[in-house]
C-alpha cells in the first residue's frame, strides 16, 4: 500500500544481492524461486504429516493445515527483503502504508493508504466478478447458482487473507516481481501502471507453483488473474490491493464451488 510515485526508487545498498552484477541477478532471483516454491511444494505434501509425527498436531489446529506453505513464503520474503533494516521495503511494494518503515509512517498515512488499496481491489472485483460468475456457470454446467463458505465462513476469510493471500502476494508481487522488474526493465505505462517482462514472468512462475502443489491443469488458469494481482502491485506501488483481489478471487471460487455443489465437506 505505497504511493505510485516511488514505487520504482531502488534499494538502498545492503540487500542480498547488492553485490551480485546485474546481468546474474535475474538467475539468481529464478534460482530463489525455485527453492523457496520446492520447499513449500514438499511441505504441502509432507509438512502436515511431520509436524503431527513430531507431536505439534496443536500447530494445525491454531493454524490450519496450509499455514506451513504461507509461513514460508513469508520467512523467505523476511530474509531476503525485511531482514535487512536499510533496505528501501517501499521499493519492493512491502511498506504497508509506512508501518514496515524506519521510522514508520503516522497511522493516518497508514491509513489512508489502506482506503486507496480497498477502494482498488473493491473497484478490480466489481470489474471481473460478474463476467466470470457467468463464464463459471456455463464452464461447469450449474444448474442451480448458490454461494457458501462451509460451516465456518469467518475462519475461511481470515485464512485466505492472512495464511493464502498475505504470504503469496509478499513473495511473488512484493520480492519477485519487485526484484525482475529492476533487472529485466523495458517497461511500458499501461493504465497508469509501468509494466514489463516481470508481470508475465511472475505470472508463469506463480501458476507453475499452483500446478506443482495440486498437479491439475487447471491450477494453471491463476496465471490470469495473477496479472491482475501484478498490475495492482504496479499501478499502487505496494501490495494492499493485490492481497485484497486476492483473497477475494479465492473467496468468490470457493463460495461458488459449494454453493453450486461442486464441492462438499467441511
Known amino acids: 500500500m505505497t504511493s505510485p510515485a516511488t514505487q520504482d526508487s531502488p534499494p538502498k545498498r545492503g540487500g542480498v544481492f547488492d553485490r551480485i552484477g546485474r546481468s546474474s ?48 513464503f513469508l520467512a523467505a520474503t523476511y530474509l531476503l527483503v525485511l531482514r535487512n533494516r536499510d533496505n528501501d521495503v517501499r521499493a519492493s511494494g512491502l511498506a504497508f502504508g509506512g508501518l514496515l518503515e524506519v521510522p514508520p509512517k503516522p497511522l493516518s498515512t497508514c491509513a489512508r493508504e489502506l482506503v486507496v488499496a480497498l477502494a482498488w ?12 460468475t457467468l463464464a463459471f456457470v456455463r464452464w461447469w454446467h450449474v444448474q442451480k447458482l448458490g454461494f457458501s463458505l462451509g ?20 513473495f511473488f508481487r512484493g520480492y519477485l516481481q519487485s526484484a525482475l522488474d529492476r ?13 514489463g517482462p ?29 496479472l491482475v494481482f501484478g498490475f495492482l502491485r504496479a499501478r499502487t506501488g505496494g501490495i494492499g490491493a493485490a492481497i485484497l483481489f486476492h483473497a477475494a478471487c479465492n473467496i468468490l471460487s470457493e463460495g461458488l464451488a459449494r454453493g453450486s455443489g461442486l464441492i462438499t465437506g467441511p
Open 151 to 170: 460451516p465456518k465462513p469467518f475462519d475461511f476469510v481470515l485464512g485466505q487473507l492472512i495464511v493464502v493471500a498475505l504470504p503469496e502476494e509478499a
Open 121 to 132: 481491489a473493491v473497484g478490480v472485483s466489481l470489474f471481473f466478478f460478474v463476467p466470470f
Open 25 to 72: 541477478r535475474t538467475s539468481t532471483h529464478l534460482l530463489v524461486v525455485l527453492v523457496v516454491s520446492a520447499l513449500a511444494t514438499l511441505y504441502s505434501y509432507k509438512g502436515d504429516a511431520l509436524l503431527l509425527r513430531l507431536k505439534l498436531g496443536v500447530v494445525l489446529k491454531v493454524l490450519g493445515g496450509g499455514a506451513g506453505v504461507g509461513g514460508i
Open 183 to 195: 533487472t529485466l526493465g523495458h517497461r511500458v505505462r499501461i493504465l497508469g501502471a509501468e509494466i
Open 198 to 226: 516481470a508481470l508475465l514472468l511472475t505470472s508463469a512462475l506463480f501458476a507453475i507453483g499452483h500446478l506443482a502443489t495440486v498437479p491439475v491443469p487447471a491450477r494453471l488458469a491463476v496465471f490470469f488473474p495473477s
